[in-house]
């Protein structure tokens, strides 16, 4: 995809550091091993597992302005909405989604326009790559799912299914969460 940034050139950009994994946990990186702390970079649907259903970048008529390219659970099917690249940048150790409907990196969204319930909403947006498009992957070889931890705010990915979230707010992703529970998890297939 030429539309990509090569994960080369990313190496001179400052991340934040990096976090431990908590127990259970392990951080992954990208390579072309089958080890279960190494991903190979390419694209995947990400199908969290609080409800089953498959994270899509929200790109229709019913999410305008900052919603629009907002991520969230809502779809049984794989489709171009719900198919994300995973770019290992091995020069911030950070992943990078990008998504292949939007052709956007994804964003958590930490600036003045998402306070509240908004904040850290995940969003396909960004043609660019800075700390708010860094993530770090990590696998649970018990459980044999991953969850992602944003490296703009230290905050795990969750799934809003709360009361808080009605309509189509349901499913936001956001990385709101300091712990991993199950609406943190996902599987890549």
Known sequence: MSALTA?????????????????????????????????????????????????????GYAYPGNDKGMLRTRSMTIGPWEQFYFIWDSGTSSWLLFSIGASSYVTTELGYAYPGNDRGMLRARSTAIGPWEQFELLFSSGSGTYALRSKANGMYVTTELGYAYPGNDRGMLRARSTTIGPWEQFQLN
């Open 7 to 59: 994960p080369g050139a990313l190496a001179s950009r400052a991340a934040t550091a990096g976090l431990s994994a908590p127990a259970g946990w392990a951080l992954v990186k990208g390579g072309n091993s089958t080890s279960p702390s190494t991903l190979i970079p390419g694209v995947y649907p990400l199908r969290f597992l609080a409800e089953g259903y498959y994270a899509v970048a929200e790109l």
